[in-house]
């Protein structure tokens, strides 16, 4: 008990400590409040620690020990690079699309200094930020018209709520979908005012469905992408054409979210075919909306394409001001989709459609690459192998497709492979594989140029350590 208050009363004040931090070297890049709250903190953990009944060694140097390492803590930046090696392209939680080098100088180069966001240079009056792109959207897609909101869940938002407002949407019940991050048709089509009519079944929905639907009060056709799904045997959907053409006599437009949206005809390139936003455009839909980071490999945007008129309407609504796409974006956006004049520069250069279609040999030689820098750093501390897997485009692009690769697998000889899979994912930088069959596995579809290095010696430390 005496022990207790003797070393309660003998914990130094935190304005002595804050002090001692100030003329410490390592305290210096830390701010004043950030210290001072970390010292709080570490006294508050000693002070009931004591009162817990332990008799703890406290001095000076021991509390600003602990201080520094909780202030390191604080001021460490939350949102870090990591290495991807899931094999997921489009991997939703570690940040979709990578962008292109193009991309990242076009950023850099606007936000340093001052911008023509909203000047005409040629005019000297007042400009439109959106026409730093949408130019080249119509170009790339044919389209009459467009313009790019935040991202494609506001893109829908917007597009609904200016046209159909107070009136009725036919929706097919098999594309009443959810795309994940709580994104679901239902629930956006109700935020934009709009009256949700379902037609059809989950898994067959026929023209004559829409056609029966529509009356006076229907405003639009919407056709969904079942971006992250697939529904197998027994099934009809109408294709768009069908749509506009029965829109077109009911007076009802057309709208089509494809979600991931591409511009490329991914057939060329062994994958399935998707319909590009190109052939959505031809089927005569006014409005198509899709994903700046998904298939597409820019930033986060919602791309909107279509008829003039539509998206004339789109643009005066208040909306698009509240869901408006950023400078940065728009600069990311702008050299992204420059690269597609020329599509073989654009399948070299954007990250996405790269390690999309990335050549079986080329995962051979990454896959050679990994292997051989794993087994230099950790010899017989695990048994590594090869194994042809799949790797997934991920992204809620190409439902349930396999793309075949070569994954190499570690397997312990002294640790758990879930521990092995944690300590990867705690390290700096922290890398994320994933388990299968008791096997810790690495796809080098997405692991980076250079990340070989940085995996194995991370996976020698841990592996080392126990
Ligand atoms: C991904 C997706 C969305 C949402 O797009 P974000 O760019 O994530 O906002 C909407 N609709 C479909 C069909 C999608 O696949």
């Known amino acids: 008990m005496t022990d207790m208050n003797k070393n309660l009363r003998n914990l130094p004040g935190v304005d002595h400590l804050l002090e001692l931090a100030k003329k410490d070297q390592k305290f210096s890049d830390i701010p004043r409040s950030v210290v001072l709250d970390s010292l709080r903190q570490t006294l508050d953990r000693i002070r009931k620690d004591i009162l817990a009944g332990t008799d703890p060694v406290i001095t000076d140097d021991i509390i600003l020990e602990n201080a520094l390492i909780s202030a390191q803590e604080k001021i460490k930046p939350r949102l870090v690079s990591l290495i991807n090696a899931t094999g997921v392209v489009l991997h939703t939680n570690l940040g979709r699309a990578l962008l292109c080098d193009e991309a990242l100088f076009h950023i850099t180069a606007v936000a340093k200094t001052y911008s023509n966001l909203e000047l005409n240079i040629e005019t000297g009056k007042r400009g ?55 994104f679901r048709v239902p629930d956006v089509m109700e935020k934009s005012g709009c009256i949700l009519k379902e037609v059809g079944t989950t898994n067959r929905t026929h023209l004559r469905d829409y056609e029966a639907a529509a009356s006076e009060r229907t405003a639009l056709f919407l056709k969904v992408h079942t971006s992250n799904y697939k529904i197998e045997g027994f099934t009809t959907s109408v294709a768009l054409k069908d749509l506009v053409s029965l829109g077109r006599g009911k007076g009802v437009s057309v709208m089509e ?4 949206g591409t511009l490329i005809d991914f057939s060329k390139y062994g994958l399935p075919h998707e319909p590009t936003v190109g052939d959505a455009v031809r089927s005569g839909a006014d409005v198509v909306t899709f994903s700046g980071d998904k298939l597409l490999g820019g930033p986060q945007a919602g791309i909107i394409v279509g008829k003039k008129e539509s998206i004339d ?128 596995i690495l796809d080098p579809r997405t692991i980076q140029d250079g990340q070989e290095t940085i995996i ?11």
Not at 150 to 160: F, H, I, P, Q, R
Not at 257 to 260: R, V
Request: proline content about 4%.
């Open 456 to 466: 194995s010696s991370t996976l020698a430390r841990i592996l080392k350590e126990k």
């Open 257 to 260: 979210d494809l979600g991931s």
């Open 313 to 440: 309407q789109i643009r005066k609504n208040p909306l698009t001001r509240a869901l408006r796409i950023d400078k940065l974006t728009l600069a990311a956006l702008e050299s992204t989709l420059k690269l597609y004049r020329d599509e073989e520069r654009a399948m070299q250069d954007i990250p996405t459609l790269k390690m999309l279609t990335l050549p079986f040999t080329e995962i051979l030689k990454k896959a050679d690459i990994l292997f051989h820098a794993i087994k230099n750093a950790i010899g017989s501390l695990a048994e590594i192998k090869f194994s042809d897997m799949n790797s997934r485009p991920g992204g809620g692009s190409f439902p349930e497709l396999d793309l075949p690769t070569r994954c190499v697998t570690v397997q312990p000889v002294n640790l758990t492979v879930s521990r092995l899979e944690t300590a990867m994912r705690l390290s700096t930088p922290a890398i994320i594989g994933r388990i299968e069959d008791d096997r810790y």
């Open 128 to 182: 439109s930020r959106y026409d730093a792109v949408d130019g080249l959207i119509c170009e790339l897609t044919g389209a009459q018209s467009a313009i790019v909101v935040n991202n494609n869940a506001g893109a829908v938002l917007l597009a609904l709520n200016t046209l159909a407002r107070h009136k009725e949407v036919v929706v097919s019940r098999g594309e009443l979908v959810e795309i994940g991050g709580s």
